[in-house]
């Protein structure tokens, strides 16, 4: 039975994560410079806080330039990564958190005025939908990664229960056991003791007609009394104990 449910539980937390496709879409988009093409992706799971602390990590790796924050639109000046150009460009970068997703819109330029697109260069366009995928994945991962651990502390917690029931039933079914031995062992002694009783009956039968017998001799009927009232003491005793 543990074995089993273990397995459905584990089978319905690998259902919950099943991947979902990470895509980066180009389309014009409202920025500080105007409508210019930008390039954007949705996160699922993820969080705006989050995504800003790593998008900022990941845009400023190896830049010399500063960061800003100006009314939600994010900038990295001076971003380096030679796929993308072979000289430093400004990022700018916009989140808009939703319910189960975050949408990051990304703009590209080397001046300001010239924004990178894929009209402008389809071969650069590639290593830009790579530069703004390969982060939306790696965040999307670490966002999976926390609801499977999520799951499966679940999964430990329920096992834990689980073991508990199954301790618990195993202590139910020895006390049960130990019961019935128990009361087995009551009913051996009964009827052991109504055994004892039956023949200590025909006993003393025996040895009243033993003290009738004796009725002229002093000395041995003295002596037939005195068995016949160990053996009344003796069934006594029996009876009260089965009592």
Same mark, same amino acid.
Do not use: C, H
């Given at each position: 039975?543990?074995?089993?449910?273990? &397995?459905?539980?584990?089978?319905?937390?690998?259902?919950?994560? &099943? %991947?979902?496709?990470?895509?980066?879409?180009?389309?014009?988009?409202?920025?500080?410079?105007?409508?210019?093409?930008?390039?954007?992706?949705?996160?699922?799971?993820?969080?705006?806080? %989050?995504?800003?602390?790593?998008?900022?990590?990941?845009?400023?790796?190896? +830049?010399?330039?500063?960061?800003?924050?100006?009314?939600?639109?994010?900038?990295?000046?001076?971003?380096?990564?030679?796929?993308?150009?072979?000289?430093?460009?400004?990022?700018?970068?916009?989140?808009?958190?939703?319910?189960?997703?975050?949408?990051?819109?990304?703009?590209?330029?080397?001046? *300001?005025?010239? #924004? #990178?697109?894929?009209?402008?260069?389809?071969? %650069?366009?590639?290593?830009?939908?790579?530069?703004?995928? *390969?982060?939306?994945?790696?965040?999307?991962?670490?966002?999976?990664?926390?609801?499977?651990?999520?799951?499966?502390?679940?999964?430990?917690?329920?096992?834990?229960?689980?073991?508990?029931?199954?301790?618990?039933?195993?202590?139910?079914?020895?006390?049960?056991?130990?019961?019935?031995?128990?009361?087995?062992? +009551?009913? %051996?002694?009964? &009827? *052991?003791?109504?055994?004892?009783?039956?023949?200590?009956?025909?006993?003393?039968?025996?040895?009243?007609?033993?003290?009738?017998r004796t009725a002229s001799d002093p000395n041995a009927?003295?002596?037939?009394?005195?068995?016949?009232? *160990?053996?009344?003491?003796?069934?006594?005793?029996?009876?009260? +104990?089965?009592?």
């Amino acid at each position: 039975m543990k074995n089993l449910m273990l &397995a459905a539980l584990s089978a319905l937390s690998l259902s919950v994560f &099943a %991947q979902t496709a990470i895509t980066v879409t180009e389309a014009p988009a409202a920025m500080s410079k105007g409508t210019q093409p930008s390039f954007y992706v949705e996160i699922p799971g993820a969080t705006a806080k %989050q995504i800003e602390k790593d998008w900022q990590s990941y845009t400023g790796k190896g +830049s010399k330039g500063k960061s800003s924050n100006t009314n939600g639109e994010y900038l990295q000046a001076g971003a380096v990564n030679t796929n993308v150009s072979p000289q430093p460009f400004n990022v700018y970068a916009k989140l808009l958190e939703s319910t189960g997703n975050v949408r990051l819109t990304v703009w590209l330029t080397p001046n *300001d005025t010239l #924004f #990178f697109s894929k009209a402008n260069d389809s071969l %650069q366009y590639l290593a830009i939908e790579k530069y703004i995928r *390969d982060f939306a994945v790696a965040e999307y991962t670490d966002v999976v990664k926390g609801e499977l651990k999520g799951e499966q502390d679940k999964l430990k917690a329920l096992d834990k229960e689980l073991n508990g029931l199954i301790k618990e039933e195993e202590k139910a079914g020895k006390k049960i056991n130990d019961s019935k031995r128990s009361i087995d062992k +009551s009913n %051996q002694t009964i &009827a *052991d003791n109504n055994r004892q009783i039956g023949e200590l009956g025909y006993k003393i039968l025996e040895q009243k007609g033993m003290v009738e017998r004796t009725a002229s001799d002093p000395n041995a009927n003295k002596g037939a009394k005195q068995t016949l009232k *160990d053996l009344e003491n003796q069934k006594k005793q029996l009876q009260k +104990s089965d009592g």
